[in-house]
């Protein structure tokens, strides 16, 4: 069982960047991927970006280029550096880790919409709110 918890949420205007981050309480032994994922008013929860214990990152499409993510397996952080905001981006943005992803599916979850798989740990999410 882990449980994360996010920070880093705010309000910024079009354009704007943002970083988020995630501090998860178990230390693992390694062999699961983590991921931000976002929900907006009245849209199903959908994935964001992820990260495999390698580092190896994957992302939705209308975030590539604008997103980051990057991960600490020493400190159990994951962080998430938005840059180039757009309204579009705005909802609540939560952490989550499937702890039993074979190698090479984390990708899986970069085009996460709402069911499917073995995500766990979700937090109370942090807000981002983006402002035109």
């Known amino acids: 069982q882990v449980e994360l918890l996010e920070s880093g949420g705010g309000s910024v205007q079009s354009g704007g960047s943002l970083t988020l981050s995630c501090v998860a309480s178990?230390?693992?032994?390694?062999?699961?991927?983590m991921g931000w994922f976002r929900q907006a008013p009245g849209k199903e929860r959908e994935g964001v970006a992820v990260?495999?214990?390698?580092?190896?990152?994957s992302y939705a499409d209308s975030v590539k280029g604008r997103f980051t993510i990057s991960r600490d397996n020493a400190k159990n952080t994951l962080v998430l550096q938005m840059n180039t905001l757009s309204p579009e981006d705005t909802a609540m943005y939560y952490c989550?880790?499937?702890?039993?992803?074979?190698?090479?599916?984390?990708?899986?979850?970069?085009?996460?919409?709402?069911?499917?798989?073995?995500?766990?740990?979700w937090g109370q999410g942090t807000q981002v709110t983006v402002s035109s």
């Open positions: 989550a880790a499937d702890l039993s992803a074979p190698p090479g599916t984390c990708a899986w979850y970069s085009g996460y919409h709402g069911t499917g798989g073995n995500l766990e740990g």
């Open positions: 178990l230390r693992t032994r390694g062999g699961y991927c």
């Open positions: 990260v495999d214990i390698n580092g190896t990152p």
